[in-house]
């Protein structure tokens, strides 16, 4: 048996070729076409990018501003929101991912990022719910396929299952990936993941370690964890403001073979939200090659 | 194959037989002595009550108040609260913990609730702190066995990982019944587990389908996650006012074996702890009979 500990030591971070930031993170003061230049003025080499700021932008010139300056587009959020109470809902939902495909195709997006919805308006059925997410992915897996557009299915925080994702952890997250078959892995995010008592082995699994192959860790997604979080929704910290042994989790992922980029994604509606977002920029950057 | 449905279709409630309320529920109206005045006036035949306000009412006032009503004491909150950065803070845990056990037999507590505690203070090692959790409860055993106290693992919601239990699913908490024997279970709160799409195959483990003999479900508690959720500690719901299916949980606890009463618990500082506490139990009670 080899020693456990070395492979959960991640590579040390000596520059910021592998930093992505998600415009979530200056969502408030920045639209797209500012992120991309404040972006890459800070020497950030990678973006995620929202599907309401990409429409206000215009496709086509999101795709060109993205390209010409040359990012590595880490996904496109966001796909899923499948549960709904009737299926014309369910059919509109579907119809909506298919467009996301397009527009991740045409974005060059490394992955969609699905974020699975939670119930159906009016209903309790949890396991409902979870089926519909099945169904809904089940539906659109065909055009992704064909666009070879990989789909990530980002479990979220168990705090979010009733409004936002019924994929609450990892490991769910894989056995849905086990259903679906090629074509689907996950997204990563520490903040939704790190309480995980599965996380390493899940982490693993993801990587291949059940001997189902390919690696199905798409995307890497990073913050951290308050003491006290005053929101569920928009008090995400800066890495290292918080608890989550960010290093540790970063090893386990590059442990599994995860070699891509981590990808800022912060929601902080009193803080970061409030800053100026040059330096909201260049402290993603510091805390990266410091804390990450 | 039985078909499965009939074994999750809990029995009616046609009486308040199986009613106990937690005082955490009319904590910022009524003092112990009150809520026992006021449960009993309800016809409330359980109550479950917290360290504070016993020692506010003296213990053996407690006691003698309690069992002149001739309340089923549910649980005594709470034990736990185990990691901390030091050896001394680790060891007044546990003395605390032994001093919870002593007033757990004078109350005539069911059991000791356990919430384990959250990371040690200033520390990242999630890890660490479960071991600390492990190892604390290892040390409060023997009392605990002496006086035929049975010690009550609560998990909570993944929200509390960081600041108050690390302990976050029924088959973590499981794990550690396994891990230390004799005397301990668990405490089943809807609130923290509904979320799980692993609960109803931990929830029949916790009654003995493992193979591991006696039933381990110590407690059920009752309450309601509401959409939004305001606060991550003080907005639970009523029953029936938020989205879990509680009769599907408590179908499934008692398949499991479970016979005991179910505690209303919630913490609910911009509502029922606003109302009148009289209101606060009847409504307890009529929720109890509608959409338990």
């Known amino acids: 048996m080899t020693a456990p500990a070395a492979a959960t030591t991640p590579s040390p971070l000596t520059d910021l070729s592998r930093l992505s930031i998600n415009t979530a993170t200056t969502r408030q003061q920045w639209g797209l076409e500012q992120a991309v230049a404040g972006y890459a003025a800070g020497g950030v080499p990678g973006i995620a990018v929202w599907r309401d700021q990409v429409a206000d932008c215009g496709l086509d ?171 569920l929704l928009l008090d995400r910290g800066m890495m290292g403001d918080g608890v989550i042994d960010i290093p540790r989790i970063r090893g386990w992922v590059e442990a599994a073979g995860y070699d891509g980029l981590c990808e800022v994604e912060i929601f902080s509606a009193a803080n970061w939200w409030q800053r100026d977002p040059e330096e909201v920029v260049s402290v993603c950057a510091e805390r990266f090659l410091e804390v990450v």
Do not use: K
């Open 61 to 231: 010139r999101a795709a060109r501003l993205i390209r010409d300056a040359g990012f590595t587009v880490t996904g496109l959020c966001r796909g899923g929101m499948f549960p709904a109470p009737t299926e014309a809902g369910r059919r509109a939902a579907i119809d909506d991912n298919r467009r996301a495909i397009e527009e991740a195709v045409a974005l060059g997006a490394r992955c969609l990022v699905i974020v699975s919805g939670g119930l159906a308006d009016g209903s309790r059925d949890l396991a409902g719910a979870r089926a519909m997410v099945r169904d809904g992915l089940a539906a659109i897996l065909p055009e992704a396929r064909a666009a070879g557009l990989p789909i990530a299915i980002e479990p979220l925080h168990p705090m979010y299952a009733a409004d936002r994702c019924c994929i609450n952890t990892l490991g769910q997250a894989l056995d849905l990936c086990d259903a679906l078959g090629p074509g689907v892995g996950v997204a990563i995010d520490v903040y939704h993941v790190w309480w995980d008592p599965a996380l390493e082995a899940q982490i693993a699994r993801a990587g291949g370690a059940d001997g189902s192959g390919a690696g199905r860790i798409l995307a890497f997604h990073i913050c951290d964890w308050l003491v006290p979080t005053t929101d």
